[in-house]
């Protein structure tokens, strides 16, 4: 009994300490928000820990959507300082952000993501258009005559676009809650639909049917949910060569000997036309820190320099190793004097 | 009749012996599914872990030259954060291999070592100021690209996509000359995190597991044994106790991510208890292990005999000495199962601490149970799911130390179990 009664003086010792704990401030630099700039994040917050010798950040992978509740939920050391997003601020967020007491918002564009259409090596080679993304991969497909919608048809990608080969309608890609998916829907399958002058008119008249018309895919098994994990698809492609899948680019970098990407609009995501935006589906970076936190949380000001260092986001920098594509150098130069100077969102910016 | 009976019987009996024999049939396959079962996840996590512990490393000589890195006071440790100290190493390279001039090919030469290679340089230097000036052979560890084509090209099955033309020549020639080969790979043990599959290690999550776990046996343990003891030799039986009975069970069967939620909702948010440190997912898990503690405790009491109680109380002691001196110890076994059970289910739990934080990417190695730290099972959640090739036998590897790691935790119960056990 004397061993219970010593623990337990133990515990209620060391639930005191913690309780008395929380009133500490934070000596490391706490960062959430997208699962697909983490990747470029780890490395960055990794260099600068080690060169540096202070902490190394902590990094979250909460989703871009999850990251910005957390970090628009107020001031002081119980809420990040910075999140990352694989798109920008909505209007929704940056308001609830203001509500909530995160006044000065300093906003990061880092570079760019490309998302890529794939399949095995040794499958034949396509090229596909965000046409053809669309009427392959939607749930609802507009018929010959205009306003009509009609259950997707499509088996086979020949039936979609003649030039195309006689090949199933297999896709293996991200579920719901990924950004990767967002952001599929939004550049690929939307920039598809637009085409049909109708639907590009309801934008104006009716936007909520012509988001679900847009971005809603097809739930009769063509479109395989894989999961979060890319690296998942990529054997998935392998063990199937008659099916395509869709990832982010770093994941084809890395896997180069086991698929390839198909063209779209005839252009191959490379790192120069996924920069200049030649090739169509690719998405911005972004991270967003909490002025009030600069020089309270130590080191936040160092990371930022390390962010946008030449040697960090340049073209010849260690994020171009990783994947991410970097901002021309121009607007490069320009933000890393706007990050370094500490200059905050002002609200005019044009957000959704 | 007695014949007729003998008949029926010797007929049934065949059938009787065929239904046992079925049923022993059924049994030996299911035991046989299940090893194979295991042996296939050993034999698979183990072929594809075991690159893990062995790394590609380069042999370089190199030379402590203060002004080729940029500094001009050795004794000045502020000149240390902004040297070079990468170009240590690249000297060496180009020394190496004098012929390669252009300044593309140069980059790819430079890319043969790892990143990190310079702050091991600074470190060392840092502690040993004597080496300046000095030269020393030194085997470095390589880049991971090269690290997964030399170990697939020793296998005869090279892996290239990532190398130019030229990288794999000089491996061919570091390869002819013995200065690149596989060694025991130390940083894998002595580090934490790392986006540079070559610099990651283990060691990081492994003290948060074991912060986390040291916790939640110290919160889970005594507090479950008291309320099991309470609740089956001391409480009175009615409607309250059974509600509260009926509560505990379900209270077992909740999804672990609900757990998640309340450290969230009660715990951050309301006590304002920093995110990613031991203490808070200590706490959760040991809410979320109790009500099987408890569960545990109270069986290993109810299978006390009642004599022994009888006797006790029988001599003159009284209801509390009975139970502390006498069913609690003999109910001590029973009772670590349990407790294993639940800290094994704590050991592999990812969910519930996705909510409070500790799913994070954290590179320094935690020293308390107040810092941010990660555990066993959310390190291989977290590689599995990096684009980089290196990082797959890295996942196995970490595989093998949790399991490891379970299995040394299962061990010292048995060991306790087996030591308390008294029979009777």
Redesign the interface.
């Given at each position: 009994?004397r061993s219970?009664m010593s623990?337990?003086s133990?515990?209620s010792v060391?639930l005191s300490t913690?309780?008395s704990?929380?009133a500490l401030s934070?000596d490391?630099i706490?960062v959430v928000g997208s699962?697909t700039v983490?990747?470029f994040s780890?490395?960055v917050?990794?260099r600068y820990?080690?060169?540096?010798?202070s902490?190394?950040p902590?990094?979250?992978?909460t989703g871009s959507g999850g990251g910005m509740k957390l970090f628009c939920s107020g001031i002081g050391?119980?809420h990040p300082d910075i999140t990352n997003s694989s798109r920008r601020m909505k209007k929704s967020e940056f308001k609830r952000c203001m509500e909530n007491g995160v006044e000065e918002i300093i906003e990061v564009h880092i570079g760019y993501d490309g998302i890529v259409i794939a399949n095995a090596l040794g499958a034949t080679e396509l090229n596909i258009s965000r046409k053809d993304l669309f009427l392959a991969l939607a749930e609802m497909v507009p018929t010959e005559k205009e306003g009509e919608l009609i259950e997707n048809p499509y088996t086979s990608w020949k039936e979609v676009n003649s030039d195309l080969p006689d090949l199933e309608i297999e896709v293996l890609g991200p579920p719901p809650t990924s950004g990767t998916r967002d952001a599929f829907a939004e550049l690929g399958l939307e920039g598809g639909c637009k085409t049909f002058d109708w639907i590009a008119k309801l934008k104006k008249s009716d936007k909520n049917s012509y988001k679900r018309v847009c971005h809603t895919i097809r739930e009769d098994g063509r479109y395989i949910e894989a999961g979060?994990?890319?690296?998942l698809i990529v054997q998935k492609l392998n063990a199937n060569p008659d099916a395509l899948g869709i990832f982010?680019f770093?994941?084809l970098?890395?896997?180069?000997?086991k698929v390839k990407a198909s063209k779209i609009e005839s252009i191959d995501p490379t790192f120069d036309s996924i920069a200049d935006k030649s090739y169509s589906i690719s998405r911005p970076l972004y991270f967003y820190v909490k002025k009030a936190h600069v020089g309270v949380v130590p080191g936040i000001q160092g990371f930022l320099r390390e962010f946008t260092s030449e040697r960090a986001w340049g073209e010849?920098g260690?994020l171009a190793d990783?994947?991410m594509i970097p901002l021309p150098e121009e607007e490069r130069f320009l933000a890393a004097k706007n990050t370094r100077s500490l200059i905050a969102m002002t609200g005019k910016e044009p957000l959704q | 009749m007695s014949k007729d009976n003998r008949a029926l019987i010797k007929q049934s009996l065949k059938r009787r012996n065929r239904a046992e024999r079925n049923f022993q049939w059924f049994g030996k396959l299911g035991v046989a599914l299940g090893l194979a079962a295991v042996v296939l996840l050993f034999v698979d996590i183990i072929s594809k872990g075991s690159g893990a512990f062995r790394a590609t490393y380069i042999q370089l000589e190199i030379e402590y030259d203060p002004e080729a890195i940029g500094i001009l006071n050795v004794n000045d440790t502020e000149e240390f954060?902004f040297a070079n100290w990468q170009n240590l190493a690249k000297k060496s390279l180009r020394d190496l291999f004098p012929e390669v001039a252009k300044r593309g090919e140069r980059?790819k030469l430079n890319n043969l070592v790892s990143?990190?290679t310079g702050?091991d340089f600074r470190d060392q230097l840092t502690q040993n100021p004597s080496l300046w000036g000095t030269k020393e052979t030194l085997w470095i560890l390589a880049d991971d690209d090269i690290d997964t084509y030399y170990k697939s090209w020793l296998d005869d099955d090279p892996?290239?996509?990532?190398l130019t033309s030229e990288q794999i020549k000089w491996i061919d020639q570091l390869h002819s000359k013995g200065l690149i080969a596989l060694k025991f790979n130390t940083k894998f043990f002595e580090r934490g995190d790392?986006?540079?599959p070559e610099q990651a290690g283990i060691k990081g999550a492994l003290i948060g597991s074991f912060f986390t776990l040291i916790?939640t046996l110290?919160?889970s343990?005594?507090m479950g044994?008291?309320a099991a003891i309470y609740l089956e030799e001391f409480a009175p039986k009615n409607k309250w106790t059974d509600l509260i009975e009926v509560n505990i069970n379900n209270l077992a069967a909740v999804p672990s991510i609900i757990f998640g939620l309340l450290g969230l909702a009660i715990f951050?948010n309301f006590?304002?208890?920093?995110?990613?440190i031991p203490?808070l997912g200590a706490i959760v898990l040991a809410l979320m292990t109790l009500p099987t503690i408890i569960i545990t405790s109270r069986a290993a009491i109810k299978s006390v005999p009642p004599s022994i109680r009888e006797a006790a109380l029988g001599v003159g002691a009284s209801k509390f000495q009975t139970t502390?001196h006498h069913v609690?110890p003999l109910s001590l076994p029973g009772m670590l199962t349990g407790a294993i059970i639940g800290m094994a289910r704590a050991l592999g739990e990812t969910a519930p601490l996705l909510m409070i934080?500790m799913?994070?990417?954290?590179?320094?190695i935690p020293g308390g149970?107040?810092d941010?730290a990660t555990v066993l099972p959310v390190q291989i959640f977290l590689w599995?799911?990096?684009?980089?090739?290196a990082f797959?036998e890295k996942t196995s590897a970490a595989i093998i130390i949790l399991l490891s790691f379970l299995m040394g935790m299962n061990f010292v119960a048995v060991y306790l179990r087996k030591r308390l056990e008294r029979r009777w």
């Open positions: 009994m219970i623990i337990c133990v515990l060391l913690l309780l704990s929380y934070r490391g706490q699962s983490y990747p780890t490395v917050a990794e820990g080690r060169s540096s010798g902490l190394t902590t990094i979250e992978s050391v119980n979060e994990n890319d690296n982010g770093s994941f970098d890395q896997n180069a000997d010849d260690y990783k994947g | 954060i980059r990143e990190g702050f892996f290239s996509a990532r790392s986006r540079e916790l110290l919160m343990f005594p044994v008291t951050i006590f304002g208890i920093p995110r990613s203490v502390l609690l934080g799913v994070a990417f954290i590179v320094d149970f107040t941010p599995i799911d990096s684009p980089e090739r797959v």
